[in-house]
C-alpha cells in the first residue's frame, strides 16, 4: 500500500488565457499538503509551477499541430495513461470545458481511477450541449463558485450534477506584496497613482480603441499605466519606451495587485475574482469568449456595486465609466465593498473533495450510454474522415480534424543537468520546426513555437522508454546528430533516437 498523501494528476487545455492552469494551482495549494500533485496542462505557460515546486508535465493541445489533428486524441490517451501509472495516480481533475475525446478513451480504460471534471459555470446561453454529452462518464463534476452566478442562464445552471463550491482562485492561497515591494518589483514610480489594464486580445476595433482611450485619459491625469502581456504569447518584455505604458509578464498576477489603485480588465472568470478580492477598484470590459459569458458577469458583478462595467461597442458610455472611475470617491465606494466579500472557500472545498475522491478508490459513474455515441463518432474520424470533403467537414464544425500525417523530426535530446534543478546551465534551443526538443527542463518561453515532447522531471526509465514507444507511433523519426551527455545517452538507448524496434532494449 502506498503511504503518504495520494497523487492527483491535475489536467487543464490551453484556453486563451491561464485561467485553467491557475485554478488547478489554487486546488494544489489549497490542499496544504493533503494530496501530491502533478500538473499535467497544455497551456505553454506550465513552467510556472516550478515557481510552486510542483512536478509538472507539458503536453501539445489540439491546435499546435505537433500531432496531426486526426490521432492527437489517441495521443493524448496515451500520454495520460503512461503518466497515470508513471507517479501512480488516485485520481486525475481535468479542467476544461470541453472533455476531449482523449481524456474519455484514458478514463474508459482506466476504470480504478476516479476521473473528476472541475467545470467552470456561467456558460453562454444555448452554449455547450455537445460537451455536457460526456458528464455522466466522470466520478464526480466540481463547479467553481462565481460572483456573478445569481445572473448565470447557461446550460450547466439547469443541471444538478455537479458539487458545487466557492469561488476557486489564487486570491487568498498566494501572499501579496506590500505596496511597495510590488511596484518596485513592476518598476513602477512609487509616487504616482497606477492603473493596471489587462483586455486580453485587443484584436477587435472596439477593444483596441477602449484600450487606447483608457491610456490617453489617464495618463493626462498623471497615472502610470501597467498593461499586462500574456506568459503565453511570451511577449512580455518589463521594460519601455518614454512615454508608453509598462508592459508587465508575471505570475501570479495577484501577488502584485496592491501596486494599482484601478484597473480596466476584460471580465473573465480569473482576473475578475483576483481583483475584487483584491479590492482593486475596476472597470469591467466583457471580450469575446467561446463558451464563457463576460457579458452577463460584467453585468451582474456591477450590479451588486463590486465594479463598474462598460461596453466597449458604446463609445458614450465607456467614456463616462471612465470618468467614474477615475473619481476618487467613487473608488473608494467599490474598495469597501469588495473588502466585505468573504474570504473564498472555492479551492479549499474542491480540495478536500478530490482528497476524499482519490482515498475511495473506484467510483462507479451514473451511467455508460454516451460510450455508444462517443464511439460512433470515433469510428467516424477513422474510417470516414478520409473520404469526407472539405464542405462537409465544415458543417460538422471538425474542419481539418480527419486529415494530416505524421510529421518527420529529429530528435534533440536536452535532459535537465540536475533533477533537483531542472533549470540551471540551461538555454533555450533555438526553434527549429524540423527538431522535436526532447527535454525534462521546465524552462519559461520553451514551449513557445518548438516541437517539445516534455517528460516528467525525475522519471523512471521505464517511463522514458513508454514516452518513446509513443512518440514513435505519432512521428517519424529521422536520423540526428549523437546525444551529447550521459543521461542524454541513457534516454537514446531507451528509445529517443531514430532507429527501428529492435534496437531498443527491453525495460
Known amino acids: 500500500m502506498p503511504s503518504g498523501p495520494p497523487t492527483v494528476v491535475l489536467a487543464t487545455t490551453n484556453g486563451r488565457g491561464m485561467g485553467h492552469l491557475s485554478r488547478q494551482m489554487a486546488l494544489a495549494l489549497a490542499s496544504l499538503g493533503g494530496m501530491d500533485p502533478v500538473i499535467f496542462s497544455m497551456s505553454s505557460a506550465v513552467a510556472v509551477a516550478g515557481q510552486f ?29 503512461a503518466l497515470i501509472q508513471e507517479v501512480n495516480a488516485s485520481a486525475f481533475v481535468f479542467d476544461g470545458v470541453y472533455p476531449y475525446d482523449g481524456v474519455l478513451r484514458a478514463l474508459r480504460r482506466l476504470p480504478d481511477v476516479p476521473f473528476i471534471w472541475s467545470r467552470r459555470g456561467m456558460w453562454k446561453p444555448g452554449a455547450g450541449a455537445r460537451a455536457l454529452r460526456y ?19 447557461g446550460r450547466t445552471a439547469e443541471l444538478d450534477d455537479a458539487r458545487r463550491v466557492g469561488p476557486v482562485t489564487l486570491a487568498g492561497l498566494v501572499r501579496p506584496l506590500g505596496r511597495a515591494a510590488a511596484r518596485e518589483a513592476l518598476g513602477l514610480d512609487p509616487d504616482r497613482p497606477a492603473v493596471l489594464i489587462t483586455l486580453g486580445s485587443t484584436r477587435r476595433s472596439d477593444l483596441y480603441a477602449a484600450y487606447g482611450r483608457t491610456v490617453e485619459r489617464f495618463a493626462a491625469e498623471g497615472w502610470q499605466v501597467a498593461v499586462t502581456s500574456s506568459l503565453i504569447a511570451g511577449d512580455g518584455h518589463g521594460t519601455r519606451r518614454p512615454g508608453e505604458p509598462v508592459m508587465i509578464s508575471v505570475y501570479p498576477l ?29 472597470l469591467l470590459v466583457p471580450n469575446d469568449a467561446s ?45 469597501d465593498a469588495c473588502r466585505d466579500l468573504p474570504p473564498p472557500t472555492g479551492a479549499t472545498e474542491a480540495a478536500r473533495a478530490v482528497i476524499g475522491l482519490a482515498a475511495g478508490g473506484r467510483v462507479e459513474t451514473a451511467e455508460r450510454v454516451e460510450w455508444g455515441a462517443l464511439n460512433a463518432q470515433r469510428l467516424a474520424r477513422r474510417t470516414l474522415g478520409r473520404a469526407l470533403p472539405d464542405s462537409v467537414a465544415t458543417r460538422m464544425g471538425r474542419t481539418g480534424l480527419l486529415r494530416g500525417a505524421p510529421l518527420s523530426l529529429s530528435p534533440q ?10 533549470t540551471t546551465g540551461l538555454r533555450l534551443p533555438p526553434v527549429d520546426p524540423q527538431h522535436l526538443v526532447v527535454t525534462d527542463a521546465l524552462l519559461p518561453g520553451l514551449f513557445e513555437k518548438r516541437r517539445v515532447e516534455h517528460l516528467l522531471p525525475g522519471a523512471s526509465d ?7 514507444r ?25 528509445g529517443w533516437a531514430a532507429g527501428s524496434d ?5 525495460v
Request: glycine share 4%; charged share 30%; net charge negative.
Open 53 to 81: 515546486d510542483m512536478r509538472a508535465e507539458f503536453a501539445p493541445g489540439p491546435l499546435r499541430g505537433q500531432v496531426p489533428r486526426r490521432y492527437w486524441d489517441f495521443y493524448l490517451a496515451e500520454r495520460i495513461m
Open 135 to 153: 458528464r455522466r462518464l466522470f466520478a464526480a463534476v466540481i463547479e467553481p463558485g462565481d460572483l456573478a452566478s445569481s445572473g448565470d442562464a
Open 254 to 282: 495577484v501577488k502584485y495587485l496592491s501596486a494599482f489603485d484601478a484597473a480596466v480588465t476584460a471580465s473573465g472568470y480569473n482576473v475578475v475574482h483576483e481583483l475584487l478580492l483584491s479590492a482593486v477598484p475596476t
Open 291 to 335: 463558451v464563457d459569458d463576460q457579458d452577463t458577469r460584467a453585468r451582474v458583478v456591477a450590479g451588486q456595486n463590486l465594479a463598474l462595467a462598460a461596453d466597449p461597442e458604446r463609445p458614450t458610455e465607456f467614456e463616462a465609466a471612465l470618468d467614474r472611475l477615475l473619481d476618487e470617491r467613487v473608488r473608494g465606494r467599490l474598495r
Open 413 to 422: 535530446l536536452l535532459p535537465a543537468p540536475d533533477p533537483a534543478r531542472p
Open 462 to 468: 521505464a517511463y522514458v522508454a513508454e514516452r518513446a
Open 470 to 494: 509513443i512518440a514513435a507511433e505519432h512521428y517519424r523519426l529521422r536520423p540526428t546528430a549523437a546525444p551529447v551527455g550521459e543521461r542524454a545517452q541513457a534516454w537514446a538507448r531507451l
Open 502 to 506: 529492435e534496437d531498443r532494449p527491453e
